[in-house]
């Protein structure tokens, strides 16, 4: 059997029924310590269609440690391809998290923005995020990526094609939305 002790602290140990090293219960992660981390991918390529509010992708995660001992760290890029109307409007949100208001103005709206080429159809668009999550309890908890127009209109969605491929354009691998989320320790 081993153990790993830190400041004569056991912290790991394969003392269980499976008999695979395993944290103990007694382990205190530093501040600014990785708890967790979870990859998140999605290749479903979607055709946008007009409307008010657009939700390109649902998933979710599960956090460790409850909202006074840890936050997440989000970031990943999503890709569109053929520009519409305008980048304006995308949001990010976790369930119930501080940052995932969608009110006018809303904290779901902050870190997250899409660049790409302006000049015409069959330009490639990327959606970026980061942001910090807060506010949220342990256990499972689900993540939206969307478009939501502040005007009501519904003709101003930033791309027509979201995870673009070989549908949209013959030359094109298919695309994928990536993202990372970080759990970190207060």
Not at 147 to 154: A, I, M
Request: charged share 15%; proline share 3%; glycine share 8%.
């Amino acid at each position: 059997m081993s153990k790993l002790k830190l400041n004569n602290v056991e912290v790991i140990s394969d003392e269980n029924t499976r008999g695979i090293p395993e944290l103990t219960d007694n382990v205190v992660f530093p501040s600014g310590h990785l708890v967790n981390s979870t990859v998140a991918t999605n290749a479903t390529s979607i055709i946008n269609t007009t409307g008010n509010t657009i939700n390109y992708w649902t998933f979710q995660f599960t956090k460790k440690l409850d909202a006074a001992n840890s936050y997440i760290i989000l970031h990943g890029q999503l890709p569109g391809q053929d520009r519409y109307s305008y980048y304006v409007g995308l949001y990010c949100e976790i369930v119930g998290a501080n940052e995932s208001v969608r009110t006018t103005d809303g904290s779901a709206y902050k870190g997250i923005s899409a660049f790409g080429a302006w000049t015409g159809e069959n330009e490639p668009w990327w959606i970026q995020v980061l942001k910090k999550f807060t506010g949220l309890s342990a256990g499972t908890h689900t993540v939206n990526f969307g478009w939501q127009n502040r005007s009501s209109s519904t003709n101003d969605m930033w791309c027509y094609y979201w995870n673009p491929n070989y549908v949209t354009d013959s030359r094109n691998h298919n695309a994928r939305s990536c993202v990372i989320l970080n759990e970190i320790k207060i």
